[in-house]
């Protein structure tokens, strides 16, 4: 099974872009008709709009439980530094628990998985971009899993 929110997350940035350029032409059009108090409004509810936007962690996630293993890529969706692509790969028996949790609106999923030395926690990756569906998707792939490692 594989889910991805590959649509939505270039929906969202091409939003995120779009909103952002209105924001600043705003106030390139207060600068111009120097309005110095709107201009310094409309900085600040750009900082403001950037900030929610890195707050939130939108992520495009990829999860695949093909083959025996369970991959997961992921990286943020609006990152202002650096993209940091990050990969997880384990084999299915290895899942050992795994936790979709809801927070002030955004749902992170967490993962630990049996290793030689004991148990490893991943760290948590954001399913925010994802659809209800998807995340479903996901909570019944894993779920499945852990069921048949039982």
Known sequence: MEVSNQKRSKRIKKSFNLAGIVIVLVGLIFLWLKQ???????????AVYVGI????????????????????????????????????????????NFKIEKAMGFSDLQIAIKT????????????????????????????????NNR
């Open 116 to 147: 030689k030395r004991g148990i490893a926690e991943f760290p948590t990756i954001s399913l925010s971009a994802l659809s209800k569906d998807e995340i479903e998707q996901i909570r019944f792939a894993l779920k499945e899993i852990l069921k």
């Open 36 to 46: 110095d108090t709107l201009v310094l409004i409309t900085a600040g509810v750009f």
């Open 53 to 96: 936007s890195q707050f939130a962690n939108l992520c495009y996630v990829n999860l695949n439980t093909n083959n025996g293993k369970i991959s997961i890529r992921y990286y943020p969706i609006i990152s202002i530094l650096k993209k940091e692509y990050e990969s997880i790969e384990f084999a299915h028996q290895s899942l050992l």
